[in-house]
């Protein structure tokens, strides 16, 4: 086990596509034939699958902003850890923690794993 005091350049780009809204972008970090599943949702298949389904939650705030606070190197798995400020559309935000777990193929991810409780950015943030 590697945990890594400065995140992999990689890591940096990835978390900078997905804070500038770029499923196009994300994508390309991700195998043709990778999994993505982003909490209970179902997982989805396939890079085009992948950047279509990203794209679809993308339009649903206004931005977000990731704060990496650990990434462990464990062979061709990663772990990283952190909070994500999520923009909603009413202009409120709200902060929440994340983990996420790669599997990585020739350097690119496999199998994106993302554990959150998603639930209080759709909550009535009154």
């Given at each position: ?15 900078g596509v ?109």
């Open positions: 086990m590697n945990q890594t005091p400065q995140p992999p350049g990689w890591i940096t780009e990835l978390f997905i804070d500038s809204k770029d499923a196009a972008a994300f994508g390309n970090f991700l195998t043709p034939d990778g999994t993505f599943r982003f909490g209970n949702a179902p997982p989805v298949q396939g890079r085009n699958e992948i950047t279509a389904a990203v794209h679809g939650f993308f339009s649903t705030i206004a931005s977000l902003s990731h704060d990496l606070q650990d990434v462990w190197e464990f062979g061709d798995d990663v772990i990283c850890r952190g909070e994500v400020t999520y923009g909603r559309h009413d202009g409120s935000s709200v902060t929440l923690p994340f983990a996420d777990v790669f599997r990585m193929q020739d350097a690119l991810i496999s199998d994106y794993r993302i554990y959150m409780d998603i639930a209080p950015l759709y909550a009535d943030p009154s």
